[in-house]
Every structure is written in C-alpha cells, then in structure tokens.
C-alpha cells in the first residue's frame, strides 16, 4: 500500500480533527474556528457561507502542484465515514474541471493496482466507481450497502437554465430508486402529463435522495455563483475541495482548513526543486542549451544507475499563414534532425492534429521518446515524471503561458530523491527580449497557479545565463556558483549525524567517474564538522587524503564566510556589519570565528607547558575486565560459556604486528585537523604515547586493542585545548580597555527579499507587527516572552525595520562568533538614524551559564568595534536595575554604539 507522506499524513489529521469537531458541535463554522484556534492561528476565523448549500462542513485542503490531491481526496472518504456520517455507505460525486481530467480520475480510481484504486479497496472491499452514464448499473441495494463513487465534469452540472441539462430531466432508468419515495420532501415534482405531481427521476432528485459527499478537485474553478447554485441543487452533505490555488477573495473564499507548501513537498522528494532558468538571445540558441542540458541529465543517470530517461519540452509557435518565419512544430522537428542530429525515434510531436505520444507508456525502459513538442498545452492531466527540461521558444510574458508546460516538469520520478543532485532539480530554458519579464511570469505561475507561497517562489527558482557545465556538482571541488562542495567518500558515512546541525547539509552526490561516491556539503559549516568529515571519509585510507579533504573544507568554509554578500542599497535590502580582522601583511579582511579566536590564543601543540600530552586516568583508562564468551561442541550440541578474559592471549599477538610509530600514524591519519600541522600532530602523539607507556605503565597491546577508544579520548583532549585556546583568545579581546585595530567592523552582510530565510511561516501581520522586514515571521510563540520582546521592538518610534533572526535557514542570517561555534541573535534591527541595533532576549533560568554570558561580552564587543554603527542589548524580563523590556530597549537607544 502507498505510504503516505508527512505532509499528507498532516493534512488528513486536518480534516478528521474537523470532521469530529464538526460532528460534535453540530455547527461546521465554529468547529473551522476553533480547529484552527488550536493550532494557533486564532487570526484564521473568516468562515466563507456558500449560498444555498446550508449548514455542512465545506472546507478546502491546499496542496501545492505534484502533492498527491487525488490520493489525498481517495482517502478522505474513510475519514469522513469514520469521523462524520458513522454510516456503512457513503455516496461521493466527485467533480473534476475538464473531460481529459475525468478520463485520467476515473481510470486511477478504477484501475486494480493503482495506489488510488488500492485505497478504497481497503477501506470499503467492493467501492463502486462509475460515471453518471454508468450509474443505472446502480442498484438500490448498493446505494444502502456500499461506497458509490459518480465522477463527473462541474461543467455538466451548471445551467441557468435546468432544462438543457439532462441531469434536471426526466429518466426511466432512474424509476427503481424513486418507487417508495413519492412522499419525500425537496424533490422537484414533475407539472405536467400522467406524472404530473410525482418526483421527477432525474439525478439531482437522485442526489436529493442519497445526499452525496462532494468532492470538488481544482476547486478554485467552481466559485462563481452559478457553481454555488450548481452544489446547492445537489443537495450534499459536505463539500471537500483540493487544489493548490484556493480562492481567498472576501466574497468567494474557500475554507481553507489545512496549507501544505512547496517547500514540505520538496523535503518529501514530491518534486523537482529548484527550477533552474535559463534564457538565451535566440531560438536555435534556446533549443541547444535544452538539449545540452538534457543530454547532461541523461549522462548523469547512466553514471549513477539510475533508471529515469530525461525528457524535454518544447513549446513551439502556432502556425501563422501570414508569418512564414514562426517555428512550428514542424519546423522544430526539422531543425532537431537536421541541425541537432537527434534521432527522429527520440521525437514525439503533441498538437491538436499529431498525437504523436498518445497511447505512448514513456516510463517503458525500451521506449525511445526524448523529446516532446507541443505548441499550446499538452493534454491536460498529462502526467511524466521524466520531463525534467522545459524549453520555450514563445516570449512568455504570462502566468498562464507558462502553466502547462513548467508543470509537467515538476514533478519527482517515483517520489524519491535522485542518486545524481542534477535530476532533483527542474530546468527551464526561455527564448525571451525581457529576461526580468520572462522570470516574473515563471514566479507568477508558481504562486497563482501551482500553490506556491510568494517567498516560496523566489526562493525555488534559480535564475542562471547558462546551464552548470560538465560534472558541475558531481566531480570533487566548488560548485560553479560556489554555494556548494563536493569530496570523495572513502569510507560510509551516516548523514544523519549532520541533520541536527543548523544551516548544514550534506547529501549523497552521486559517485565520480571512478566509482567512489561524493559527498555535497553546503551551508555553514564549523572546524568541528571539518574534523568529523575529513575523518570519516579519509579514515584508513592514508594521511594524505583525510588532509586534502580538510583543506578543501577549509577553504570553502573560508570562501563562505568572506564572499561579498551585501546587496545593493535599497528598499528590498538590509545591511549589517560583521566582525573582520585585517592581515596585516595583506591587509585582507579574514572573518572573525572561533578558528580566529583559537589563532588568536596561539593554540600551539608544540608548547608543552600549555599543551601537555597527557591522558589521565580519569580521562583515559583500559579496561580492567573484559567479558568473553566461548562456544563449544557438547554432545553433539552447541554451547556457550563465559569465560576469564586473558590479557596475554588477547594482546601479545597484536603487540608482536604493530609497533609504536604504526600506532601514532595510525591516530594522526584518524585526527588530521585543518588547524593542526601534520608534524606538530605526530610530535604530540608520539609524546602522548610515551606518557601513556613509560609513566603510566600501560600495555602497548592495550593501548593497540583499545585504539579506538583511545581515539575518541585523544579527540575530547584536543577539542578542550582547542576551546581553551579561543576562549583565551577572545577574553584577550575582552580585556583591552580600547580595541588595538584587531576587529574591524564591516558591512558585508545583509537581509535581502529575495531570499527569505523562513521555509514556513505565518503573515507578520496576523502577529500584529508593521515594521517587520518579511511579510512573513517564523519560530515565535504568541505566549512567549520573545512574542512580547518583538512587539516591544514593533513599537519603537526609532525602529524602521526589523527582523526575526533565528529560523532553519542560518545561512540566510546574522551570526556573532563565539569560542565555540556560532552565535545567532533572535532579533536584528535597523533604526531610522541608519544604526543597526541587535537584540538577544534571555529568560532568566538561562542567563547566567558560561557560554551565555560569553554571547553577551561578543555582542558588547561587536558594538564597540562597530563605532557607533551599531547597538548591542541583552534583554531579560526584568533586568538588574529592575527595567521591563520597553525600558531595556530604550535604555540601549540613547547610548552610543562604541561605548
């Protein structure tokens, strides 16, 4: 059975919770009220009463393009029955908005097999699925006993006139489900000839009778008010919507009850993200880039064993009698044969006269079909999850020129992450005057027409002049864009390790030509990941290669940290300085972190004085006892038995292979660091060991047998002298009465729109704020303290704009720098005289741990070396000198930022 997805799994826990208010309350609006209430968002509380249809639940799921609305919809039916009507049967229409829509519905709903066939098989055994032709096959007995599935267009509902639909009319089919019902109260009755006064049998007198549960897909086409009039004729009993753009407007809005977004759908592997746009000056430009680009996707398949075949989508211009210079579909197909050599059995022409995939199963591993042209739309409901490029030689100026096509290209083949990163994302490539024009219109459709939030839009799509060139991302080194590397993997490596760490990720990258497989590390990244890695991937593989890993870490990491990342002034940018320290032979600028700071306090192996290679006992101690087992053959039987653990037998014979030296190159291949020489870190090993055996009276054997162990101690000893290097580097910071030119403060940092760093989030609005710097505000509690600290901070006269600074995104926003490892203030301002005032709100049980109060003497610091530019407040509840927030804030205000 099909397993459904987190965000899915969400959306239904939605709508049963509703389902059982609703039951419960006996009132649909305050059961939408209240179920949305609880789950804090007490703003959500506008209940849209559709004319006509009565007091029933009638609600909307929003699920962005690709998310799975049929499934979804398939298995809402058990939950209405179990959770609202309790009843044995349950009659669905189940209204589509084309004919090709409900030709692809009913076959999923039919089709043994099918995940959406499957669903209701297991909830109902014998569901029946038919069209409204096919329902005089219908018995009464089955209307009473079983689930009933009518899949119909809305289109062959709606009339302003019931008499030229033939569902308001007259059928003898339908006499057997109207013999006992002649009394029956709402049904429309017949005013002429010998049934003058009777029901009339048609199927919405049937839907009067039965009470259907509507399903409506692509809801936002069925808001008007003939198609409020439409549903009220049916006579349901509740009204489920799914579509990814509901209809907000105040006078015809959904209900939405449950929002899923883009960004939930790519974390599930649902769909291809991001889009990567391409545009170029000519057609015949365009059309080799895509096929570049194809050809590119296609090799990285073969390489990784992957079984998807990339396909591309050309959209061509309609013919124009009076314009022989547009490129038809025809003149396309030409142009790929004779000038781009593709082989015409790799192309298929779509268009209202040549049907050239219809009928075509293209996941078929033996067909040949690369690339597809089509000149409008494809037909709608086609479904490839191949189509990975979408090729444009119109000038797309419009959200729904672009719709059609960008959609096929969405979505994930078989919904789950590709091995090579290339096939995760989607491409694009545009023949276009307006490049600007061309990009507005692919984010319009993302938002207007695929369910994308606004931010969403911006975020997922990559606007790029060319396509990433051979192996980009898939050969060891940077990325092209720099956002990203790639190092071998020598050994495995569990990537769950990494997932809590804010603003890292590492993925699985394919493997390289040679076969070993790539690691993609991107985001921020610290000395500590830099060890874990380089001495995971380069373990027992020679010293060399765990330390070239670490230097290519390093230096990525330095390249993130001193990439020119301010925005060009302006409204839809923030700026805010960051602490530097200048060469001074160079005079370049080198970002302040804790490998600065461990610098700074001469973290030097070498100096035995501050760096002893000693291991305690209480660091480090073997194993007094060892438990070991024996089997043995009794009587034919096979048995076990504990046994004394013999240290002799145990470690003589591993004494005897390896010697001192092998030991400590062992360890120094295990610890390479990229702020460690291999020379220095060798010396003090070697020393370590002699400590261990000449003072401490330790085995070598044990020391060989429990090399892992000692390992692990090695590492911890290393990491506090590390710590305690960089903690005495930055109190020397602390203690100069006036800084000695060792910090620079410098504006390389800013907030910009166009990258917002919340991937979900709620209107800054519905929390009350009107000076937040995104419309959108993460990771706040109405009830909590920050909540009332950000208001605070709303209601400055002096602020201009503000924002919340700690979401997922980390990479997307301002840091301090610490002994130990990053520090990310929950709030970040700029006031209106041009000062940036940084704010760390602390509860009291808090306050006053070590590392804490570390954050506080840094951001004091990053104040002063700002010069004034910039204010730095800790803020608790209540402060020492008894002040509120309000009163904090302002004290802060009137200081100067140096001082």
């Known amino acids: 059975m099909f397993e459904p997805k987190t965000y899915q799994t969400k959306a239904l826990e939605s709508l049963k919770d509703y389902l059982e208010r609703a039951k419960r309350l006996g009132d649909p609006k305050a059961a939408f009220i209240e179920s949305w209430s609880e789950r804090g968002r007490p703003s959500v509380t506008r209940w849209h009463q559709a004319p006509g249809v009565g007091d029933i639940p009638y609600v909307c799921i929003r699920i962005p393009t690709g998310g799975g609305k049929t499934w979804l919809a398939a298995r809402s039916l058990r939950i209405v029955r179990d959770s609202y009507t309790h009843t044995e049967s349950l009659h ?44 005089e096959s219908v018995s009464p007995q089955d209307f009473a006993t079983r689930l009933v599935v009518v899949v119909a267009t809305i289109q062959s509902f709606k009339a302003e006139d019931t008499g030229t639909r033939t569902i308001y009319a007259h059928s003898e089919r339908w006499e057997r489900h109207f013999a006992a019902l002649n009394g029956m109260p709402g049904l429309e009755l017949s005013t002429e000839g010998a049934n003058r006064g009777k029901p009339v049998h048609s199927f919405v007198n049937l839907c009067h009778v039965f009470r259907p549960l509507i399903i409506i897909d692509e809801a936002h ?3 008007s008010k003939l198609s409020f009039d439409t549903l009220a004729r049916l006579s349901p009993l509740g009204i489920l919507e799914f579509t990814a753009t509901p209809d907000t407007s105040s006078a015809s809005g959904s209900n939405v009850l449950h929002e899923a977004t883009a960004t939930e759908l790519k974390a599930e592997k649902m769909i291809k993200l991001p889009i990567v746009l391409a545009e170029h000056s000519s057609w015949a430009t365009t059309v080799a880039a895509a096929i570049s680009t194809r050809n590119s996707l296609e090799e990285a398949a073969k390489t990784t ?18 314009d022989p210079t547009v490129i038809t579909a025809d003149k396309l197909r030409d142009h790929l044969i004779q000038n781009e050599g593709i082989d015409p059995a790799h192309i298929a022409v779509a268009t209202g006269d040549e049907r050239g995939i219809e009928g075509v199963n293209l996941f078929d591993p033996s067909c040949p079909i690369r690339h597809i042209i089509t000149v409008q739309a494809l037909k709608e409901g086609w479904d490839c999850s191949f189509a990975y490029v979408f090729c444009s030689i119109q000038e797309l100026k419009s959200a729904r020129a672009v719709e059609q096509l960008l959609g096929r290209v969405l979505r994930m083949p078989y919904a789950e992450e590709r091995p090579s990163a290339l096939l995760n994302k989607a491409y694009a490539h545009v023949s276009s005057r307006d490049f600007a024009e061309t990009a507005s219109a692919l984010k319009d459709c993302l938002v207007d027409k695929m369910g994308f939030e606004r931010i969403e839009a911006d975020a997922w799509t990559e606007v790029a002049d060319f396509f990433p060139g051979e192996g980009s991302g898939t050969i060891v080194g940077l990325a092209p864009d720099g956002q990203s590397i790639s190092i071998p993997a020598y050994a495995p490596l569990d990537f769950g390790l990494f997932a809590p760490e804010p603003g890292l990720v590492v993925e699985s990258a394919g493997t390289r030509s040679d076969g070993v497989p790539l690691v993609r590390v991107s985001g921020a990244i610290t000395e500590a990941t830099i060890t874990r890695l380089s001495e995971t991937l380069g373990a027992d593989s020679g010293g060399e290669r765990t330390r070239e890993i670490a230097r290519n870490l390093a230096n990525y990491r330095l390249l993130q940290a001193s990439r020119h990342r301010v925005h060009p002034a302006g409204p839809d940018v923030f700026t805010v300085g960051s602490l530097f320290s200048r060469d001074e032979v160079s005079g370049e600028l080198i970002p302040v972190d804790e490998g600065w700071f461990a610098n700074r306090g001469r973290l030097d192996l070498s100096d035995a004085s501050r760096f002893p290679a000693r291991l305690m006992a209480e660091e480090f101690s073997v194993p007094a006892e060892r438990k070991v087992t024996e089997l043995d053959v009794v009587a034919e039987k096979v048995i076990t038995r504990n046994t004394r653990y013999d240290r002799e037998l145990f470690t003589a014979e591993v004494a005897g292979e390896f010697y001192l030296n092998g030991l400590v190159f062992w360890l120094d291949r295990r610890l390479a660091r990229s702020d460690v020489s291999q020379l220095v870190l060798q010396d003090f090993l070697s020393r370590l060991m002699h400590q261990l055996i000449d003072e401490r009276k330790l085995r070598l054997g044990d020391l060989i047998l429990h090399k892992y162990l000692l390992e692990e101690k090695i590492r911890a000893k290393l990491n506090s002298y590390r710590l305690n290097a960089a903690s005495s580097g930055l109190e020397s910071l ?22 917002c760093p919340y991937p979900r989030a709620e209107p800054a609005s519905s929390y009350g704020f009107s000076k937040h710097f995104f419309p959108v505000v993460d990771n706040l509690k109405r009830d909590g303290e920050e909540y009332a600290c950000a208001k605070e901070i709303d209601a400055l006269d002096e602020v201009e704009t503000w924002v919340r600074n700690v979401p997922p995104r980390h990479q997307w926003c301002f840091r301090l720098p610490t002994s130990r490892d990053d520090f990310y203030p929950d709030f970040v301002a700029r006031l209106k005289d041009g000062r940036v005032l940084v704010v760390e709100y602390k509860g009291a049980h808090i306050a006053a741990d070590p590392s804490e109060r570390e954050k506080r003497r840094v951001g004091e610091l990053w104040a002063r070396a700002s010069k004034g530019k910039g204010l730095f407040v800790w803020v608790m509840k209540k402060d020492e000198a008894g002040r509120d927030v309000r009163g904090q804030l302002r004290a802060a205000l009137v200081t100067k930022g140096g001082e």
């Open 92 to 135: 669905v229409l189940w209204l589509v908005p084309s004919q090709a829509i409900l030709e692809q519905t009913l076959s999923a709903l039919s089709t043994a097999g099918h995940p959406y066939r499957e669903e209701l098989v297991e909830a109902w055994g014998r569901p029946l699925v038919v069209t409204r032709e096919g329902l």
């Open 221 to 223: 086409n069925a808001r």
């Open 734 to 755: 602390f203690d100069l009465p006036e800084l000695d030119g060792s910090l620079v403060w410098e504006a390389d940092f800013s907030f910009s729109k166009d990258r």
């Open 305 to 322: 064993g992957d079984s998807v075949r990339p396909i591309t989508l050309y959209q061509a211009q309609a013919k124009d009698k009076d």
